[in-house]
């Protein structure tokens, strides 16, 4: 018996002319509105990767994201940017909440700045001195545009005895060293929290953002690759008898 000769279609190409097996089943399919490649063209199909039977994939399924958001009951998969922080400092969790109400419901860049500064690590927060605040706000050149401004940073301010004079100023942060804070208030300075700061400038006006040196950090004198970036080598104890040949001389290859 012919195979698919119960279906209609086939019956009606049994009655008429004896078939081929493979002749009868091509033409079955086509009559059914399935597309039918030759033989040939199937095989290339199949060695290509196309085809019914395509090449191996690695690394999730297609399924598996889908299966794990409705397992979880999340709609989209995390883009990477934080939307809280990660610290489980109380105030800071509240500072948070106040300013992503604020940088909700005002147009200023400045709470959506500092809204984005309280998500990120300690690492990228990094602590400011008061020789650099000073620096840059007392620069003769651009010094005037800081006049009468409250200076804020989205981290610690930290004492500096290289600093002689302290000038009178207004400096909000999330902490303050003791020594800082006691050389700001003994040159009639004020010393401010974020949430005061809220209260005074809503908006962030008459307000100038500080941070400072990200990549002051140790850690990353050691970052790069190859010769002449400078990078510091991780070296167990520096002396004649410790990475002196290699990179540290012209006759070994390169010099750093």
């Not at 086939?10 to 039918?36: D, I, M, V």
Request: proline share 5%.
């Amino acid at each position: 018996r012919h195979a698919g000769a119960g279906t209609s279609a086939g019956t009606a190409l049994a009655k008429t002319e004896l078939l081929h097996p493979s002749e009868f089943r091509a033409r079955t399919l086509s009559l059914r509105g399935q597309r039918r490649r030759p033989l040939d063209d199937r095989r290339q199909r199949r060695q290509d990767g196309c085809g019914s039977r395509q090449a191996p994939r690695y690394g999730r399924p297609k399924w598996l994201k889908s299966a794990w958001m409705a397992l979880t009951g999340t709609l989209s998969v995390a883009s990477g940017h934080r939307k809280a922080p990660h610290s489980d400092n109380p105030y800071l969790k509240l500072l948070h909440k106040l300013f992503s109400f604020l940088a909700r419901r005002t147009d200023s860049k400045f709470n959506q700045t500092v809204l984005r500064r309280l998500r990120m690590s300690k690492i990228n927060r990094p602590p400011i001195s008061l020789s650099k605040i000073c620096a840059v706000t007392n620069n003769p050149s651009s010094g005037k545009a800081y006049e009468g401004k409250i200076r804020a940073v989205v981290g610690a301010v930290t004492d500096d005895n290289r600093l002689y004079e302290v000038p009178k100023m207004t400096v909000c942060a999330l902490r303050f060293t003791n020594t800082a804070r006691a050389r700001i208030e003994k040159a009639g300075g004020e010393c401010l929290t974020f949430d005061q700061l809220a209260m005074r400038a809503p908006t962030g006006s008459n307000v100038v953002l500080l941070r400072g040196p990200k990549n002051a950090r140790e850690a990353v004198k050691h970052f790069g690759f190859g010769p002449h970036t400078n990078k510091k080598p991780y070296v167990e104890s520096k002396g004649r008898k410790f990475e002196r040949a290699r990179g540290r001389r012209r006759s070994r290859g390169f010099k750093v």
